[in-house]
């Protein structure tokens, strides 16, 4: 992962943590779908496989 990936993962997570006090489980999944971590399916995307796999985990 390059430190652009790395800024990008850091930045949605500082969103995701400020909006979680807000947000349903369900809108928190379909951000991270849409930054591309996880598929529609509840899969993680291949390129984040350990991010993916880090979260499911903790679920």
Known sequence: ???????????LAKKLIVDAKTMTKEESFQR?????????????????SNLG???KKKQ
């Open 32 to 48: 991270l779908v849409d930054a591309g971590i996880f598929k529609k399916n509840g899969e993680y995307a291949k390129a984040y």
């Open 1 to 11: 992962m390059s430190g652009k990936d790395l800024k990008i993962i850091n930045d």
């Open 53 to 55: 796999k880090a979260v």
